[in-house]
Every structure is written in C-alpha cells, then in structure tokens.
C-alpha cells in the first residue's frame, strides 16, 4: 500500500476547472505522487469509493455538490481518508468549517505549490502511520485475543446484564460448551443453582466496590457447573473494565479438581500419619545442625509434655535427659553431628510436667556433601513396653525360681519313690521268701508226717505269699513304668507282634495258633513299652478265650486321625457296668479262680498309652468276648 | 585237694532266713560242702584278706563269693569293689544275690565287675534253681586246674 515505494501514494485531485486539475495533478506527479482527477463531487465520490486514493485534494466549490457535501460523504465512506480542503484565499470562515467537518487541513486557491505538497505529504504520512498503528492494534487486539481465547484457564466475561461476551477454549474444555452455545446466555448457567443467586449479589456488590479486581475464593471455595450437569471446584479471581458506560466483567476459572483431590488426599495422609503416630506414640523430629533449631511432630510434642506450637531446638530436646541417658544421648548427638554416626537408643527421659517416660530415639545424619547439616529421626513413645518387659522379666523370674524349686521338689520325691521301691521290693520280699521257703522246708522234710489236710494248708500258705510276691513284682513294674523315659522310634507293629507271639505261645498253647493278624499301621513309640502293651493285652486275651473250644482272637489296625490297634476275643468278656474298673491298678473284674492275675496288666497299657499322648478303650459283654483298642499319635512315622 | 576242709563258697548274707534258703539250695544241688557264712561286709573282708576273726586261716581255694547287696557296716557295692581291686581276689566269681534288680546297684556292680546277679524270688524253688545254676555255673568255670 502507501508504504510500499513502488507504489506511490494515489491522491485525488477534484476540481471542476480543468486547468485547476491539471495544475495540481502536475505538481503531485512531480512530488511523486499518482495523481487521479475528478470534475466533480459525483465523480470524486465514485473514484473515492473505486480507487481508494490516500489523500483527497477537494475544492469547496463544485458545480454539482457542495465541497463540505462530498466532505461529509467521503468521511461517512471512509472516516479515516485524509480530505485537504481547497478554498479560496481570505476565506477563512470555510477553512474553519472545514476543519470542523473532519478535513485533514486545508489549502488557499491561489495555492503556493510547495504548500500543497507538503500538506499532502504530511497527510499521507500521518494516513501512513496511522494506519501502521491500526494494523499494529489490529494484530495486537488479535494476538491478545488469540492468547485469551486459547488459554487453560476459563476466561468468561459478561455485560453489565450478565449475559456472557467472551467463552474462550478453556472455558470451552472447563465447562464442556461450545462458545457459541453460551454466547448471550446469562452466566448462571455456568453456576450450579444454588449459588446463582449468591453470585449475581456478588457481582452486583463488586460493580458498585471501588476495586477493580477480585479473587473469588475468598470467602470459601466456588464451584462451576458443567454442561453435563456435573460440578467441579474452581477458583479465579474477577475484573472489571469500564469503558465509557459499559462495564465489562471477566472472570478468570481454574478447575481445581485434581489439585483438591490431591490435597485431600494428602491431608488425609498427614491426618493419617498424625492418627498413627499418636496410637503407636510415635513420631518425627529433625534439627539443623547449624542453628540447632528443630521442628517435631505433634506427636514428639505431646511425648515431652510440651505444647507442638512451641519452638524447640536440640538443645531443648536433650534437656529432657538426666544422668547415664544424658551421657548417651549427648555423645549420640556430638557424633551424629561432626562424623555423620546415626544413633538407635532406648532412654529414660522427665517430660516437661514431671513424668518418667522411656522412649526410643533414632537419629540419621542428613548431608549436604560431605558436612552434615541436619539430623532428622523418630522418637518413640516405648515406656508400656518398658513396663511390660520388666514385668515380664520378673514374672520369667519368679517362674524359673518356682520352676527350680517344683523341680527340686519332683526329684526329691522321685528319691524318695525310688528308695519307697527299694524298699518294698528288698524288705517286703524277704519275709515272703522266708514264708515260702519254710513251708517248703516244712513240706519237704516233715511232709510225711503231715496229713492231707496239714498239706492243703501249707499250700495256702505258699501260694499267698507267691501271690503276694507277684503283686509287688507288678507294683514295682507299674510304678517304674512312669519314671522311664520314652524313647520314641518308629516301630514295625507287625514285627512287634509276631516276636510277642512266639514269646506267648509256650503258655498261649493252642489260642496262638488261631490268632488272626490283620495288617497294622507303623508306630512312633518306645519299642520296650509297646511291647509289653502287647504281651498284657495278648496275654489277657488267650487268659480269657483260653477256655473256649474254639478261641478266636483277633489283632487289627488301621489308621484315621492317628493309629488305632485292638485285640479281640471270644472269651470271658466282661460287663460294661464295670468298665470304670477295667484300667485300674490291681483291679480285677474276674476271680483269681476263675482267671488268675494281680490287675496290673491293662493299667499298665493305659499308662503306657496314655504317657504315648494316646488312648485306650474297650468293648465287651459277658462271656461273649473283649476288645481292647489303644490309639497312638501318628507322629514322625506316618508324618 | 582235700575237699573237706577247703572253703571253695563265701555267702555274705545279713538275712538269717536268707542264708539258710541258700544253704539249703545249695547243699540241693550238692554244692554246699565247703561254703561259709558270713553276716556282714565286714566279716566278708576279714575273712577273705585273713584279718580280725580271722587272722590265721589257713590258705584255701575260694571259689565263688555269693554276695547279697544290702549289708550292714560295708554294704555289697562296698565289698565288691574291694575284692575286683585286690590281686588276690580278683579273679574269684562273684555272684550277687539281690532281693530286687531295681535301683542302680545292679547297674553299678556290673560296671565293677560282678559275673552275675540272681534275684531272690519268692518262690522257694526257683530260687533254689536259680542260686544252684549261678553257683554251679561258676564253680565250674573257675575249676583250678589240677
């Protein structure tokens, strides 16, 4: 255009006389211009609506128009053209017209030629620089609008009747509207319903306040309304632009939904935090190495007895110790601070109302380099577990001493059960003997000289104390049977009861050739004793099916839970009223007639069993047969 | 060798009923010729190494000691050790006649050397049985050669 030099500047030149138009066009050819003429005021406006000149040259007077006419039409046409208004010399009254009418300035006919061009030169370099401002504003406004329309944050302005003028993207993304959507609408309906009422009274309170921008969260947070309904929390500030007597308010949103979410959770994790350390009493304290001023936790406050408002500082801190735990305390400190040496101690500490407390400290060195600058840590409330350690060592204690002492007392006793054993069997044996011996003495040499009678009592007399001797013997027997240690291997209950088989049968006679062996699980038990629970109860069996014409007895096993073993037989049996006797030491439900026996046999497989952790039971009725089961743990031998 | 007057048996025994049910077990079995009774652990030594009562015994072949546990003044643990320690009566037999095998002393004579134990039953006639296999037993096994 104008600035460009190729194209010079294009000036019309309107007059109705032709030398006049002649003239002037020569002269702005000469200064370098393009002249274009016009004759008319008709014509003028034509060129100046087709050609678009830079300047207008225009005399007042025209045959068809008054100049102020055209004036008037060119400036409606283009209120920017430059118009130069000529008229005629002394006519000062249309100069000043002109003037007011919007001309650029104006010439005096007879017209000085250097005059006029420099008029219109000044002309089109003001038209010039005007217009370079104009594109300037232009890109400008464009630029700034460009930046408003595509920020981030929603940028909404509404009229003074609150209906929306501007909608940019972020609004657009925030709010999820099209701008055209909303453009002219009334801002409440980017609000939830609520707070419309509350937000127009604001608005009008912020129109009538002498500031000019306000922030919104203020008095609490504020929240937006999405197309699809949905709110979301914002926060943003709001301006407001006068311009003569509109007033423009904008409004400035950020969706603040994420960073609340994220604020939330993180208060509910420091809430968190503070909930647990004050249940485990425990908590954080750091100090700078430098100043020696510190900051603890809520918790480390409470611990001191202190208020967590108030400041505190290593010094501060290490005032809470006294004697042996201020000596460590200290010396853990110096040497955390100057060679970095972190510390972990359980001291005693006076809290700042007078209480004792134990707790646990554990400092790290914090390094910027190589030099330490802070110290930060935990410090642990521990003085209930304290407590409890102590009571729990005195308990420990008394019950090692309690345990001494039982001990002390079982092995006195069991001396003293030994020697009882030592006794019985040595000092009551002897008279036993000697009443045994004698009357056989008496039998064999004075046997002839007794009658029948006098033998049958002699008899009594030994076989009492041969009955007696065997009761002692089984007593004895029973009661070792628990002193002995069990010595627990894994036993071939199948071989076991073979082996006592073959040891029965001289005495079984004929019931062992009958004896049926089922399969039998493995044990886990003292070999010594299993066994002697199987001559008892083997034993028992041919006794009491010995005198049936066909014993049947039978050994069987199986395992569930742990390894069941029973022995079967079809004889005496016995009555389950007295099941209550069947186990006890020298009880015995038969007559020493019918099946002779001291009664220590089944109490001695109970004891055995039961010192196994196992069972014993049994089934039987009169003179139809017994079972006798046991049951021992599995053990490691069924795993 | 004169039988007669050569001791070949001690029987160390407090219990006079005792000692006369081995006696007579033994002299059952033909075994009671040369035995002599003593009543305590003392008397056992005595006459054994020759000292007190005994001082002066002529030299003899004992052959077998039949030792009971339980003795007054030195008790049969006592005495077994005192014989398995002398040269002189080291190689002779003991058996240890006991009312019972419970207690450690059976355990504690076997460690010191005992050659067997018998335990006294009550029945008369095992127990003569018995006390005659143990001193015929060892009676023949320890035979001096001719």
């Given at each position: 255009?104008?600035?460009?030099?190729?194209?010079?500047?294009?000036?019309?030149?309107?007059?109705?006389?032709?030398?006049?138009?002649?003239?002037?066009?020569?002269?702005?050819?000469?200064?370098?211009?393009?002249?274009?003429?016009?004759?008319?005021?008709?014509?003028?406006?034509?060129?100046?609506?087709?050609?678009?000149?830079?300047?207008?040259?225009?005399?007042?007077?025209?045959?068809?128009?008054?100049?102020?006419?055209?004036?008037?039409?060119?400036?409606?046409?283009?209120?920017?053209?430059?118009?130069?208004?000529?008229?005629?010399?002394?006519?000062?009254?249309?100069?000043?017209?002109?003037?007011?009418?919007?001309?650029?300035?104006?010439?005096?006919?007879?017209?000085?030629?250097?005059?006029?061009?420099?008029?219109?030169?000044?002309?089109?370099?003001?038209?010039?620089?005007?217009?370079?401002?104009?594109?300037?504003?232009?890109?400008?406004?464009?630029?700034?609008?460009?930046?408003?329309?595509?920020?981030?944050?929603?940028?909404?302005?509404?009229?003074?009747?609150?209906?929306?003028?501007?909608?940019?993207?972020?609004?657009?993304?925030?709010?999820?509207?099209?701008?055209?959507?909303?453009?002219?609408?009334?801002?409440?309906?980017?609000?939830?319903?609520?707070?419309?009422?509350?937000?127009?009274?604001?608005?009008?309170?912020?129109?009538?306040?002498?500031?000019?921008?306000?922030?919104?969260?203020?008095?609490?947070?504020?929240?937006?309304?999405?197309?699809?309904?949905?709110?979301?929390?914002?926060?943003?500030?709001?301006?407001?632009?006068?311009?003569?007597?509109?007033?423009?308010?904008?409004?400035?949103?950020?969706?603040?939904?994420?960073?609340?979410?994220?604020?939330?959770?993180?208060?509910?994790?420091?809430?968190?935090?503070?909930?647990?350390?004050?249940?485990?009493?425990?908590?954080?304290?750091?100090?700078?190495?430098?100043?020696?001023?510190?900051?603890?936790?809520?918790?480390?406050?409470?611990?001191?007895?202190?208020?967590?408002?108030?400041?505190?500082?290593?010094?501060?801190?290490?005032?809470?110790?006294?004697?042996?735990?201020?000596?460590?305390?200290?010396?853990?400190?110096?040497?955390?601070?100057?060679?970095?040496?972190?510390?972990?101690?359980?001291?005693?500490?006076?809290?700042?109302?007078?209480?004792?407390?134990?707790?646990?400290?554990?400092?790290?060195?914090?390094?910027?380099?190589?030099?330490?600058?802070?110290?930060?840590?935990?410090?642990?409330?521990?003085?209930?577990?304290?407590?409890?350690?102590?009571?729990?060592?005195?308990?420990?204690?008394?019950?090692?001493?309690?345990?001494?002492?039982?001990?002390?007392?079982?092995?006195?006793?069991?001396?003293?059960?030994?020697?009882?054993?030592?006794?019985?069997?040595?000092?009551?044996?002897?008279?036993?003997?000697?009443?045994?011996?004698?009357?056989?003495?008496?039998?064999?040499?004075?046997?002839?000289?007794?009658?029948?009678?006098?033998?049958?009592?002699?008899?009594?007399?030994?076989?009492?104390?041969?009955?007696?001797?065997?009761?002692?013997?089984?007593?004895?027997?029973?009661?070792?049977l628990?002193?002995?240690?069990i010595?627990?291997?894994?036993?071939?209950?199948?071989?076991?009861?073979?082996?006592?088989?073959?040891?029965?049968?001289?005495?079984?006679?004929?019931?062992?050739?009958?004896?049926?062996?089922?399969?039998?699980p493995?044990a886990w038990c003292?070999?010594?004793l299993l066994?002697?629970v199987?001559?008892n109860l083997?034993?028992?069996?041919?006794?009491?099916?010995?005198?049936?014409?066909?014993?049947?007895?039978?050994?069987?096993g199986h395992h569930a839970g742990e390894n069941v073993y029973s022995v079967?037989?079809?004889?005496?049996?016995?009555?389950?009223?007295?099941y209550d006797?069947l186990f006890g030491?020298?009880?015995?439900?038969?007559?020493?007639?019918?099946?002779?026996?001291?009664?220590?046999?089944l109490a001695i497989v109970r004891r055995v069993v039961t010192r196994h952790g196992g069972r014993v039971w049994a089934e039987?009725?009169?003179?139809?047969?017994?079972t006798f089961y046991f049951a021992l743990p599995k053990g490691?031998?069924?795993? | 060798?004169?039988?007669?007057?050569?001791?070949?048996?001690?029987?160390?025994?407090?219990?006079?009923?005792?000692?006369?049910?081995?006696?007579?077990?033994?002299?059952?079995?033909?075994?009671?010729?040369?035995?002599?009774?003593?009543?305590?652990?003392?008397?056992?030594?005595?006459?054994?190494?020759?000292?007190?009562?005994?001082?002066?015994?002529?030299?003899?072949?004992?052959?077998?000691?039949?030792?009971?546990?339980?003795?007054?003044?030195?008790?049969?643990?006592?005495?077994?050790?005192?014989?398995?320690?002398?040269?002189?009566?080291?190689?002779?037999?003991?058996?240890?006649?006991?009312?019972?095998?419970?207690?450690?002393?059976?355990?504690?004579?076997?460690?010191?050397?005992?050659?067997?134990?018998?335990?006294?039953?009550?029945?008369?006639?095992?127990?003569?049985?018995?006390?005659?296999?143990?001193?015929?037993?060892?009676?023949?096994?320890?035979?001096?050669?001719?």
């Open positions: 255009m104008d600035s460009t030099p190729s194209a010079p500047a294009k000036v019309l030149v309107v007059d109705d006389l032709e030398e006049a138009r002649w003239v002037l066009s020569n002269l702005i050819q000469l200064a370098g211009f393009a002249p274009v003429a016009a004759a008319s005021g008709a014509e003028a406006l034509a060129r100046i609506r087709h050609e678009a000149p830079d300047v207008v040259l225009l005399d007042v007077r025209l045959p068809d128009m008054d100049g102020f006419e055209v004036l008037a039409r060119a400036k409606a046409h283009d209120k920017a053209l430059p118009v130069i208004m000529v008229t005629a010399y002394g006519e000062t009254r249309d100069a000043v017209r002109a003037i007011r009418a919007g001309a650029y300035d104006y010439v005096s006919k007879p017209f000085n030629n250097e005059d006029v061009v420099l008029t219109v030169r000044r002309a089109l370099e003001e038209q010039a620089a005007r217009r370079k401002a104009e594109q300037e504003l232009k890109e400008a406004q464009e630029r700034f609008r460009n930046i408003l329309m595509l920020a981030a944050d929603a940028i909404i302005s509404v009229d003074e009747d609150q209906r929306i003028v501007i909608f940019n993207k972020g609004a657009e993304q925030i709010f999820g509207y099209r701008a055209e959507e909303v453009i002219g609408k009334p801002l409440e309906l980017l609000l939830p319903a609520r707070y419309a009422e509350a937000h127009r009274r604001n608005i009008e309170a912020f129109s009538r306040a002498p500031e000019t921008v306000r922030e919104m969260n203020k008095h609490g947070e504020i929240y937006g309304r999405r197309k699809d309904g949905t709110e979301f929390c914002a926060e943003g500030g709001i301006s407001k632009l006068i311009q003569g007597s509109t007033t423009t308010f904008t409004v400035i949103l950020r969706d603040i939904t994420g960073r609340r979410r994220a604020e939330k959770a993180l208060r509910e994790k420091d809430e968190l935090l503070t909930m647990v350390g004050a249940m485990a009493h425990v908590g954080g304290w750091e100090f700078d190495v430098r100043t020696g001023k510190g900051t603890w936790t809520e918790e480390v406050a409470r611990i001191h007895d202190m208020d967590p408002k108030e400041e505190t500082g290593v010094e501060k801190g290490l005032a809470f110790y006294q004697g042996k735990s201020r000596e460590k305390i200290n010396t853990a400190v110096r040497e955390v601070m100057e060679q970095g040496k972190p510390y972990d101690l359980e001291l005693e500490m006076v809290t700042a109302k007078g209480n004792r407390k134990w707790v646990r400290t554990v400092g790290q060195p914090v390094r910027e380099g190589a030099a330490v600058v802070k110290v930060t840590g935990s410090f642990q409330d521990i003085t209930d577990r304290k407590r409890a350690e102590d009571e729990i060592r005195a308990l420990n204690a008394t019950l090692e001493r309690r345990v001494a002492e039982r001990t002390a007392e079982l092995e006195a006793a069991n001396k003293e059960l030994e020697s009882f054993s030592y006794s019985v069997s040595h000092d009551l044996r002897a008279p036993l003997r000697a009443l045994d011996g004698y009357s056989r003495m008496l039998e064999e040499d004075y046997g002839d000289k007794l009658d029948e009678e006098g033998r049958r009592l002699l008899g009594v007399v030994r076989d009492s104390s041969q009955n007696m001797g065997a009761l002692i013997d089984d007593l004895l027997a029973f009661s070792r628990g002193r002995k240690a010595t627990a291997i894994e036993v071939d209950m199948n071989a076991l009861v073979r082996e006592v088989l073959n040891e029965l049968r001289p005495v079984a006679g004929e019931s062992a050739q009958r004896c049926v062996i089922e399969p039998l493995a003292d070999r010594a066994r002697q199987w001559v083997l034993s028992n069996a041919f006794k009491f099916a010995g005198k049936r014409e066909q014993p049947v007895i039978k050994v069987a079967s037989d079809n004889g005496a049996g016995f009555d389950m009223q007295y006797k030491v020298f009880q015995r439900l038969h007559s020493n007639d019918e099946f002779p026996g001291t009664g220590a046999g039987g009725k009169v003179n139809e047969g017994a490691a031998a069924n795993g | 060798m004169d039988e007669l007057q050569q001791v070949e048996i001690l029987l160390v025994e407090d219990n006079q009923t005792d000692a006369e049910l081995t006696l007579r077990a033994l002299k059952k079995h033909n075994l009671a010729n040369n035995v002599v009774w003593v009543k305590d652990g003392a008397e056992a030594l005595d006459f054994m190494f020759r000292t007190g009562a005994y001082a002066g015994r002529p030299d003899d072949n004992l052959r077998l000691i039949l030792l009971d546990l339980k003795l007054p003044k030195v008790d049969g643990i006592e005495l077994l050790k005192r014989i398995k320690a002398d040269e002189r009566t080291r190689v002779i037999p003991v058996v240890m006649v006991t009312s019972s095998a419970e207690g450690h002393d059976v355990i504690e004579s076997y460690k010191l050397g005992v050659n067997s134990y018998v335990v006294k039953p009550v029945d008369f006639d095992q127990f003569s049985e018995t006390v005659a296999k143990a001193g015929f037993y060892w009676m023949l096994m320890n035979k001096t050669p001719d």
